[in-house]
């Protein structure tokens, strides 16, 4: 079983940057794929960002190409989402999952969440 925390969320204004971690408990942290997913008042959880268990291959959803950076450090059971260029439109609680297949944008393949950690951008 993977525990995950997140950190490093808060207010930053437009055109800030945040960088999101996650740390995972155990062992076998570099056996996951990991996923980054946002959820906003009243909308679905959506996906935001995802990475290999080697960290080679790494994806995005469009909205967040080129201003967000998903990366991992498996010796440190962690994984990151640098975000810059912040907009009102990120504002969201993020949530970082775990898949012990491959990397995907599906929210239902993840077996491990977090609680989740806020941001908030203002204009």
């Known amino acids: 079983q993977v525990q995950l925390v997140e950190s490093g969320g808060g207010l930053v204004q437009a055109g800030g940057s945040l960088r999101l971690s996650c740390a995972a408990s155990?062992?076998?942290?570099?056996?996951?794929?990991m996923g980054w997913f946002r959820q906003a008042p009243g909308k679905e959880r959506e996906f935001v960002a995802a990475?290999?268990?080697?960290?080679?291959?790494?994806y995005y959803t469009d909205s967040v190409k080129g201003r967000f950076t998903i990366s991992r450090d498996n010796a440190k059971n962690t994984v990151y989402l640098q975000m810059n260029s912040l907009k009102p439109e990120d504002t969201a609680v993020y949530y970082c999952?775990?898949?012990?297949?491959?990397?995907?944008?599906?929210?239902?393949?993840?077996?491990?969440w977090g609680q989740g950690t806020q941001v908030t951008v203002s204009s």
């Open positions: 999952a775990a898949d012990p297949d491959q990397a995907t944008e599906r929210h239902y393949e993840y077996d491990y």
């Open positions: 990475i290999s268990r080697s960290g080679w291959n790494t």
């Open positions: 155990g062992r076998t942290f570099g056996r996951y794929a």
